[in-house]
């Protein structure tokens, strides 16, 4: 028996499913504002011989069949017609540039280290914050450039970036931010009182028991206080100082679309955007020409090759990148078209991520991925595609806009010292002839980024 046990194969079936260089390219893309894939088309250009830009476009047809999508424009209107494009305040160079600079002008780093660097920098978002893993940065520099780099070679740089000003940009979380923070502070009782307690009692600080505090500190009061001053005159946000912040809106906010209405009530879409019409350069459409038995020559040909390729790769995948969300925007704007008409919110439909994916055809984590960090703008305002998303719920037609909008105003106006607790916002609400559970006011509070009651409490 023990023999044909022995003797007895297994076998497992793993199926694993990878991107191609070009699909990736395009999920990065996706995910871009306008201004960041302006400056991607624009490192691109500045890396790459064999792309260019075309210098004598063809004649854009009526019917849009030779328009790049990265140039669409869904007006039906003249050449020789004027319209409102929204642009945002120049608030000077990028966090990108900053940091950059600063590593440029104060480090003597090698350029391998300068590459990695940029790679990290680039997965900071608006505020500062890491948003990928070390492995994950390490895994892209190899597929995007080649390069196999040691996890620890871009653990050692990120700990560069983090040194960086401004203090605390570079960091994994809030935590790790304020730490950063702290650590730059010239030492003093408070400011070493207030690194414990980020350091060691972070859980009790975010939720505010400050009873067990000082307990677990053995300290006064007064002490307490001045510690959690410290802590609350840093910045959570630190990037934001550079690009503006996410809720820094009117300052740093570049619209992706933009959609009018005319006197007949037609909503006309366009896909906001600077980028030039590209091509593959001429002296990269063919190999040398030169025998490949010499060794020169197939160097040569194999590096026109590869740059041809990366070239034709980022077209596709920038026009891809462009063909979606103008298709996604189009969708919204149908969907949403009383509001469109009339820029009133109580006119939003229910709408979710499904919806959309259905009229489209696309899978819902692309609707997810075109929709994030996304603009568009109205004759009254620039609005966050997300705002047009919103659960419709059994029993009642109300949108989560107008939900969130009463939200808002009751927590503005409750008691500082005795905030509302969400089962008290779901009772006051339900009053009000508002059908909604506790977990969705739990939800539409997390979204608008308000703290749950205990926190709000003054100390």
């Known amino acids: 028996m023990a023999k044909s046990e022995s003797l007895r194969l297994s076998q497992d079936l793993k199926q694993q499913q990878t991107l191609a260089p070009m699909q990736l390219q395009f999920v990065k893309m996706l995910e871009m504002t306008a201004p960041e894939v302006e400056d991607e088309v624009r490192r691109a250009l500045d890396e790459n011989p064999a792309l260019e830009t075309d210098e004598h476009p063809m004649p854009l047809s009526d019917s849009g069949d030779n328009t790049p999508y990265y140039r669409l424009n869904a007006s039906n209107r003249s050449s020789s017609d004027t319209y409102f494009e929204p642009e945002a305040t120049d608030s000077g160079e990028s966090l990108m540039e900053h940091l950059l600079g600063q590593l440029r002008q104060t480090r003597e780093l090698p ?58 940009v570079g960091a994994a979380d809030l935590r790790d931010s304020l730490l950063l923070q702290l650590r730059r502070l010239k030492p003093s009782p408070s400011v070493n009182l207030a690194l414990e307690i980020v350091r060691d009692y972070f859980d009790l600080f975010s939720l505010m028991h400050y009873k067990q505090l000082r307990t677990s500190l053995s300290i006064s009061e007064e002490q307490l206080r001045e510690a959690v001053n410290v802590i609350r005159s840093l910045n959570p946000k630190p990037g934001a100082t550079i690009t503006g912040g996410e809720d820094d809106r009117l300052n740093h906010i570049a619209p992706d679309f933009l959609v009018e209405t005319d006197s007949d009530g037609r909503l006309t879409l366009s896909l906001l955007n600077n980028l030039p019409q590209l091509q593959i350069a001429a002296s990269f459409a063919a190999d040398t020409g030169v025998e490949k038995k010499n060794p020169m020559a197939d160097q040569a040909n194999a590096f026109i090759r590869q740059r041809r390729d990366e070239a034709g790769g980022f077209i596709r995948a920038l026009s891809l990148r462009q063909a979606t969300l103008f298709r996604v925007m189009s969708a919204i ?110 939800k539409y509070r997390e979204r608008m980024a308000i703290p749950v009651g205990r926190l709000r409490k003054q100390l």
Not at 135 to 162: C, L
Not at 394 to 415: F, Y
């Open 111 to 168: 350029d391998s280290d300068i590459e990695i660097a940029r790679f990290i920098i680039g997965n900071l978002d608006p505020n500062g914050y890491l948003t990928r893993t070390i492995r994950s940065i390490a895994d892209d520099m190899a597929i995007q450039t080649g390069i196999d780099v040691d996890p620890e070679e871009v653990k050692r740089v990120w700990q560069i970036v983090r040194t960086l000003d401004p203090p605390g």
């Open 333 to 442: 704007m149908q969907w949403q078209r009383p509001f469109f008409l009339s820029d009133d919110p109580a006119m939003l439909r229910p709408m979710i991520l499904k919806d959309i994916s259905e009229v489209t055809g696309d899978d819902i984590s692309v609707i997810s991925r075109a929709t994030a960090g996304k603009y568009v703008a109205t004759a009254h305002g620039v609005y966050p595609l997300k705002f047009f998303f919103n659960e419709s719920r059994d029993g009642d037609d109300t949108s989560s806009p107008t939900v969130m909008a009463r939200l808002r105003e009751l927590i503005e106006n409750e008691d500082p010292d005795h905030p509302l607790t969400d089962q008290a916002l779901t009772r006051i609400l339900n009053q009000e002839g508002i059908n909604i559970a506790r977990r969705t006011v739990a």
